[in-house]
């Protein structure tokens, strides 16, 4: 069993930039396709990014495309997530997720990962 803890939130004023953490334990980030989402209160999950374990694509959700950069570590067992210019519409809690199959083939919806971390609080605000 995969476990992954998100780090990095914070308060960040609006133009600002953070880098979350997804670090797994338990098995190798080359067996799965890791995803970042976000939920803020009263919405349901978005997805944000999807980085599969083979060369290929990166997907981004339209809203963050040029702002936000995802990347992965095989040394730290690690997946990142960096978000430059942020806005205020980006404040959520953000969590990563391993789907069972490998690849960012399509949307990224919530319901192709089953494994996930317990968040970490992004807040844009002046």
């Known amino acids: 069993q995969m476990h992954l803890v998100e780090s990095g939130g914070g308060l960040v004023q609006p133009g600002g930039s953070l880098r979350l953490s997804c670090t797994a334990s338990g098995s190798s980030l080359d067996r799965y396709a890791i995803a970042w989402f976000r939920q803020a209160p009263g919405k349901q999950r978005e997805g944000v990014s999807c980085l599969s374990k083979l060369d290929g694509p990166i997907t981004y959700v339209e809203s963050v495309q040029g702002r936000f950069v995802t990347s992965k570590d095989f040394g730290e067992n690690t997946v990142y997530l960096q978000m430059n210019n942020l806005k205020p519409e980006d404040t959520a809690v953000y969590y990563c997720?391993?789907?069972?199959?490998?690849?960012?083939?399509?949307?990224?919806?919530?319901?192709?990962?089953?494994?996930w971390g317990q968040g970490t609080q992004v807040t844009v605000s002046s």
């Open positions: 997720g391993s789907d069972s199959y490998g690849r960012c083939d399509g949307p990224i919806v919530s319901s192709k990962y089953t494994n």
